[in-house]
T-cell receptor
C-alpha cells in the first residue's frame, strides 16, 4: 500500500495563478481532508469529505475548492493564488465518518507551496 | 467554534530531561488523539484516549486524558534526540471535523 500520496512536493506560483494539488489514497478510506500548516498555527482544516460526492467546508475554506468524484482522489484547487496561501498543505484520510472522529488520520507527505 | 490550545509552544531540553506538553479544549471531547511531526515530515498518529482519566503508556511516553475530558497531557521521560519534533493533540469538533491543537515543538540537545 502506498498510503496517502500527494503531488507535487513543491510548487511556486505567481499571484493570480491557479493550480490543483493532488491527493490519493489506496486504503479505501471514506473520509479525506485537507489541512494547511503555518508556523505557530498548527493544522487548520480547509475542506473535508465523508465519501464520494460529498464535500464540506472546514475552518479556512476561502480561496479553495474541492471535489470528490471517487473514493481514492481528493484534489484541492486554488482558484487565484495569493501570497497568504503560502503554506504547507497536507492531505489526510481515515475510516472516521461520524461526529466522534475516533480513527487514526493518515497524512500524506505534504506539498510546500510558495505564492510570489 | 471549538478551540484547542497547547502549551508550551516551544521547549528546549537537554537529553535525559523530562518533557511535558499540555492540551486544553474549549469543549468536552469524546476522545483525543496525539500526533508527532518530525522536522520536514508529516504528522504521524501516536495514540487515542477515550475514557475520562485514562492513562496510556508507550515506552517513555505517558498520555493522560483529564477527568472532565477537556484536557490532556503528554509526558516524555528521559528525552532522547529521536524525540525531536512537534507534538499535536486533536479532538473532534462539530460534524465530521477534527480540530488540531497549536502544537508544541520539542528540541533536544546533547
Amino acid at each position: 500500500n502506498a498510503g496517502v500520496t500527494q503531488t507535487p512536493k513543491f510548487q511556486v506560483l505567481k499571484t493570480g495563478q491557479s493550480m490543483t494539488l493532488q491527493c490519493a489514497q489506496d486504503m479505501n478510506h471514506e473520509y479525506m481532508s485537507w489541512y494547511r500548516q503555518d508556523p505557530g498555527m498548527g493544522l487548520r482544516l480547509i475542506h473535508y469529505s465523508v465519501g464520494a460526492g460529498i464535500t464540506d467546508q472546514g475552518e479556512v475554506p476561502n480561496g479553495y475548492n474541492v471535489s470528490r468524484s471517487t473514493t481514492e482522489d481528493f484534489p484541492l484547487r486554488l482558484l487565484s493564488a495569493a501570497p497568504s496561501q503560502t503554506s504547507v498543505y497536507f492531505c489526510a484520510s481515515s475510516y472516521s465518518r461520524g461526529a466522534r472522529m475516533d480513527n487514526e488520520q493518515f497524512f500524506g507527505p505534504g506539498t510546500r507551496l510558495t505564492v510570489l | 467554534g471549538q478551540q484547542v490550545m497547547q502549551i508550551p509552544q516551544y521547549q528546549h531540553v537537554q537529553e535525559g530531561e523530562d518533557f511535558t506538553t499540555y492540551c486544553n479544549s474549549s469543549t468536552t471531547l469524546s476522545n483525543i488523539q496525539w500526533y508527532k511531526q518530525r522536522p520536514g515530515g508529516h504528522p504521524v498518529f501516536l495514540i487515542q484516549l477515550v475514557k475520562s482519566g485514562e492513562v496510556k503508556k508507550q515506552k517513555r511516553l505517558t498520555f493522560q486524558f483529564g477527568e472532565a475530558k477537556k484536557n490532556s497531557s503528554l509526558h516524555i521521560t528521559a528525552t532522547q534526540t529521536t524525540d525531536v519534533g512537534t507534538y499535536f493533540c486533536a479532538g473532534p469538533g462539530t460534524a465530521s471535523k477534527l480540530t488540531f491543537g497549536t502544537g508544541t515543538r520539542l528540541q533536544v540537545t546533547l
